[in-house]
């Protein structure tokens, strides 16, 4: 399914890519074209390990399979979302993002780039059978792909529903069935348990938004973070029929009064929360919201509420519930 961003967005994806620019450029898997030119870097390394043939690194080149990798597949996960499903399903990668905190079973395999700039180049080289990444990104990376020669699956990580449907889809291709399984037998259960415990009480109308510094836009029920709005019982005040995010002026979210506000981060939570905060005193607009008045504003923490489903959502919801039904804020 190609997934088109829509031309309000261009400015939240030119931020997007100019703060993963940045981000990267400052960590050791940043990519450099030129490994003679700066040979001490951890990201030169790994690339001069993939271009020699003299010199290969577990993981890296396209003839070392991981030792529980089956034969038949070499898999690449390109995002932290990805990768961290195909851990549930007990996958074997050859391939994964340039970031930290991955699971240690991928410790080996080789590092691709950013999630969002993935290095053509490495991946050619790891030949892989299938390159796994969330659709979201369909449209920045897919013609990249194509033009290359790459297998590759977008998956819905939009929902938690989507999370399980991808999970089916691995799981059915890969094997590791019965995993998958459990995933969507959790997923319904919880949602029965959800539903009796919001029994017949309304839901608060909500307004969430997603930054990066400099840019935010509005999540829909196609978003993720949107999605666990309305799993918490909570209603979304922006809807789209297809796309995950808009970006409407403050005008018109005044006209929704939201009974609540909620802001998360695509990537620099920190920076992001800055920016959250100068926006909201500085653009008099937001002072006439019902929900600023009533204080009913919410930061919420970026690790939980981010842009891919991930296995952290029975929290996520919780939190959510806990909020719109007058428990102590998330």
């Known amino acids: 399914m190609k997934k088109r961003a829509s031309w309000p967005l261009l400015r939240f994806s030119a931020a997007m890519l100019m703060a993963a620019a940045l981000g990267f450029a ?3 898997g940043c990519v450099t074209r030129d490994p ?3 040979p001490d870097t951890a990201e030169n390394a790994a690339r001069a390990a993939v271009l020699s043939p003299a010199a290969p690194v577990p993981g890296v080149t396209p003839e070392t399979v991981p030792p529980d990798a089956a034969p038949a597949y070499r898999l690449v996960a390109t995002s932290r979302a990805a990768v961290e499903l195909c851990d549930r399903l007990g996958l074997a990668l050859v391939g994964r993002p340039a970031l930290t905190g991955l699971p240690a079973r991928y410790a080996d395999a080789a590092e691709t780039g950013a999630p969002m700039a993935p290095d053509l180049e490495i991946l050619r080289l790891l030949e892989p059978t299938e390159i796994i990444g969330p659709d979201t990104l369909e449209g920045d990376l897919g013609p990249g792909y194509e033009n290359a020669g790459l297998p590759a699956t977008f998956l819905n990580l939009r929902s938690v529903a989507g999370l399980c449907e991808s999970a089916a889809y691995l799981g059915e291709k890969y094997g ?5 399984q459990a995933m969507a037998a959790e997923y319904e259960t919880a949602l029965a348990d959800l539903a009796a415990a919001r029994g017949d009480r309304d839901g608060p109308t909500v307004l ?3 930054g990066l510094p400099g840019a935010y836009v509005s999540c829909t029920p196609h978003s993720y973070a949107g999605s666990l709005v309305e799993m918490g019982g909570g209603v979304n005040v ?6 995950s995010f808009v970006s409407w002026n403050t005008e018109a979210l005044l006209a929704l009064d939201p009974d609540i506000i909620l802001r998360t981060a695509h990537a620099l939570p ?3 929360a ?3 905060a100068k926006e909201f005193s500085e653009n008099e607009i937001w002072r006439h919201f019902r929900a600023v008045q009533e204080g009913r504003v919410y930061d919420l923490d970026s690790e939980v509420f981010g842009m891919s489903a991930n296995f952290r959502w029975p929290e996520a919801v919780t939190r959510m519930q806990a909020l719109f039904y007058g428990a102590e804020a998330p």
Not at 176 to 180: G, I, L, N, S, T
Not at 238 to 243: A, I, N
């Open 26 to 28: 400052l960590l050791p």
């Open 36 to 38: 003679a030119a700066a």
């Open 176 to 180: 590791p069935a019965d995993r998958a």
């Open 208 to 210: 969430i938004l997603m």
């Open 238 to 243: 922006v809807t789209d029929p297809t796309e």
């Open 270 to 272: 920190d920076q992001v």
């Open 274 to 276: 800055e920016m959250f």
